[in-house]
Nanobody, 126 residues
Framework: QVQLVESGGGLVQTGGSLRLSCVASGRTFSSFAMGWFRQAPGKEREFVARITSGGSTHYGDSVKGRFTISRENAKNTVYMQMNSLKPEDTAVYYC????????????????????WGQGTQVTVSS
C-alpha cells in the first residue's frame, strides 16, 4: 500500500506560479513512475505530466513549456513547478504512482496508475 499526499495548491493570478508537492509513503519510491493529473468541474481527468524512475519526463500538450515535473527520491517527493498559469489550469490536481515500467510515451492514462492522492485545488483568477 502506498499513500500519497499532495500540497501546494492555492489561489493565484493569471501569469503566476505555484509548486505542487506529493510525498509518498514506502521505501520503494525511487522505483515508481509518478504522474500528475488534473480534473476541472464537469470535465474528465486529464494527464498533465509524468516522470519515470529513471527521470524521463513527458507532458500533456496544454502544459508543455510551462510546467516542469521533477522528483527527489531522498525525500520520497515528486514536484510540479507550474509557471505562466492560466484560468484554464484551474482544477483539482492529483498525483499518482505506478510500480511498473513506462514506455517512452506511456503512462499517460489514469488507468495505468496504482495509487492516488486526495488532490489539491489550484485556482487561477483572471
Amino acid at each position: 500500500q502506498v499513500q500519497l499526499v499532495e500540497s501546494g495548491g492555492g489561489l493565484v493570478q493569471t501569469g503566476g506560479s505555484l509548486r505542487l508537492s506529493c510525498v509518498a509513503s514506502g521505501r520503494t519510491f525511487s522505483s515508481f513512475a509518478m504522474g500528475w493529473f488534473r480534473q476541472a468541474p464537469g470535465k474528465e481527468r486529464e494527464f498533465v505530466a509524468r516522470i519515470t524512475s529513471g527521470g524521463s519526463t513527458h507532458y500533456g500538450d496544454s502544459v508543455k513549456g510551462r510546467f516542469t515535473i521533477s522528483r527527489e527520491n531522498a525525500k520520497n517527493t515528486v514536484y510540479m513547478q507550474m509557471n505562466s498559469l492560466k484560468p484554464e489550469d484551474t482544477a483539482v490536481y492529483y498525483c499518482a504512482s505506478r510500480s511498473s515500467y513506462c514506455s517512452r510515451y506511456g503512462c499517460q492514462s489514469q488507468y495505468e496508475y496504482d495509487y492516488w492522492g486526495q488532490g489539491t485545488q489550484v485556482t487561477v483568477s483572471s
